[in-house]
């Protein structure tokens, strides 16, 4: 599971879990801290052997998505958090972020 707030919350600089255990302690931790989460789902996309779900945390105020890659037998073997630019700027820092845009501004700008 990749996140940008695994960095903000857990400490983690690669943003990165790995393991049952290390996913349900995240979610526990973070879903006792937050009892009153709210989210209002915009959308569900459906891709192969993944989906992405988009939803707006009312709570946080902000919108996501949260996209799920399955393996042949449907059990889920990946996961990550996609937050919008301001959320990201201020998880992985100025420099990483503009960074960023400046690669995908490349990419923008090759993608022809």
């Known amino acids: 599971m990749a996140s940008p707030l695994i960095v903000e919350r857990m400490g983690v600089a690669s943003g990165r879990l ?19 989460l709210r989210f209002e789902l915009t959308a569900v996309m459906v891709g192969v052997n993944s989906l992405a779900i988009v939803y707006k945390s009312v709570t946080a105020g902000r919108t996501v998505i949260e996209r799920i890659e399955f393996d042949d037998h449907r059990k889920a073997v990946q996961a990550e958090a996609l937050y919008g630019p301001l959320e990201a700027g201020k998880v992985v820092g100025k420099e990483a972020y503009n ?13 022809r």
């Open 99 to 111: 960074q960023i845009l400046r690669e995908l501004e490349t990419l923008r700008k090759n993608w």
């Open 18 to 36: 790995k393991g049952k255990e290390a996913i349900r302690r995240y979610w526990g931790q973070w879903l006792a801290g937050t009892p009153d």
